[in-house]
């Protein structure tokens, strides 16, 4: 079993920034891929980013791309998710998850076997 629990989360005006955080425990952090999905309200739960076990291999929604950044340190067993330039588009209940090592880009919810319980973002506009 893998246990994640996010931080970080919050309210922030238009063009602003958040950083979120991943704790991971419970297996080898470095075995596993880990990503960002995010839920807006009356909506389904939506591929944010992705990054390799091994932290060389990324990708990103289109909405997020060059706004947002992924990456891990493994040696904290945490994966954040820095948010910058935000728009009221962007405001979800945030989640990471996590898959032992695959070669699959990882952009789906089917993809994955552990999910934290997630962190507000709201951002006014």
């Known amino acids: 079993q893998v246990q994640l629990v996010e931080s970080g989360g919050g309210l922030v005006q238009a063009g602003g920034s958040l950083r979120l955080s991943c704790a991971a425990s419970?297996?080898?952090?470095?075995?596993?891929?880990m990503g960002w999905f995010r839920q807006a309200p009356g909506k389904e739960r939506e591929f944010v980013a992705h990054i390799s076990w091994g932290g060389d291999k990324n990708n990103y929604a289109d909405s997020v791309k060059g706004r947002f950044t992924i990456s891990r340190g493994n040696a904290k067993n945490t994966v954040y998710l820095q948010m910058n330039k935000l728009k009221p588009e962007d405001t979800a209940i945030y989640y990471c998850?996590?898959?032992?090592?695959?070669?699959?880009?990882?952009?789906?919810?089917?993809?994955?076997?552990?999910w934290g319980q997630g962190t507000q973002v709201t951002v006014s506009s």
């Open positions: 998850a996590a898959r032992f090592r695959s070669g699959n880009a990882g952009r789906n919810t089917w993809d994955y076997d552990y």
């Open positions: 419970g297996r080898t952090f470095s075995d596993y891929d």
